[in-house]
T-cell receptor, first 114, second 114 residues
Framework: EPEVTQTPSHQVTQMGQEVILRCVPI?????FYWYRQILGQKVEFLVS????????KSEIFDDQFSVERPDGSNFTLKIRSTKLEDSAMYFC????????????FGDGTRLSIL | AQSVAQPEDQVNVAEGNPLTVKCTYS??????LFWYVQYPNRGLQFLLK??????LVKGSYGFEAEFNKSQTSFHLKKPSALVSDSALYFC????????????FGQGTTLQVKP
């Protein structure tokens, strides 16, 4: 069964540094998402991406965040200048043409900001 | 605004007993509801969904969920729990208006004891 893959599984970065989290969604999926889960808290929506543009973003997704789908297969989340509070598990998800289908999640990248 | 609530942080059951994990929702319009399971250090795995039709929906690993419109609930059930069912369970509603993002409940830890 096709899977969403995320790399790296764990990223440790100094505060203020840039970080790029990478995702390869399922190949025939059209909708792409990033979520995050701070330890012990619920999963929060960050941003959705469709047809090569952001379709919705949350309040968390400020100017320090950006997303790209540079080559038709990868989907990246960039944080320009990381803060301590960015430490979390980041999940990529994708879904098919219709919202009636479930989103499929990767195993996540654990981001630790020192 | 759409929201989901899972009133129990943890549910404990004995192996072989039936289990219920509770979820209530608040949406304007028709709800599109999903259950996901998260094992340690893994992403969220889709279990089942309710879009329309029968109020009892069946999903993966023997799980089912009962949709109750009058009580705005979507409880997850299984007739006979297994130790391997121990995990974190999330109920979610899908935003069908804009981006298809998922709005998650807080999560419920299911502990099945032998």
């Amino acid at each position: 069964e096709p899977e969403v893959t995320q790399t790296p599984s764990h990223q440790v970065t100094q505060m203020g540094q840039e970080v790029i989290l990478r995702c390869v969604p399922i190949s025939n999926h059209l909708y792409f998402y990033w979520y995050r889960q701070i330890l012990g808290q619920k999963v929060e929506f960050l941003v959705s991406f469709y047809n090569n543009e952001i379709s919705e973003k949350s309040e968390i997704f400020d100017d320090q965040f950006s997303v790209e789908r540079p080559d038709g297969s990868n989907f990246t989340l960039k944080i320009r200048s990381t803060k301590l509070e960015d430490s979390a598990m980041y999940f990529c998800a994708s879904s098919e043409r219709t919202f009636y289908q479930p989103q499929h999640f990767g195993d996540g990248t654990r981001l630790s900001i020192l | 605004a759409q929201s989901v609530a899972q009133p129990e942080d943890q549910v404990n059951v004995a192996e072989g007993n039936p289990l219920t994990v509770k979820c209530t929702y608040s949406v304007s319009g028709n709800p599109y509801l999903f259950w996901y399971v998260q094992y340690p250090n893994r992403g969220l795995q889709f279990l089942l969904k309710y879009i329309t039709g029968d109020n009892l929906v069946k999903g993966s690993y023997g799980f089912e969920a009962e949709f109750n419109k009058s009580q705005t609930s979507f409880h997850l059930k299984k007739p006979s729990a297994l130790v391997s069912d121990s995990a974190l369970y999330f109920c979610a509603v899908r935003d069908m208006e804009v981006s298809g993002k998922l709005i998650f409940g807080q999560g419920t830890t299911l502990q099945v004891k032998p």
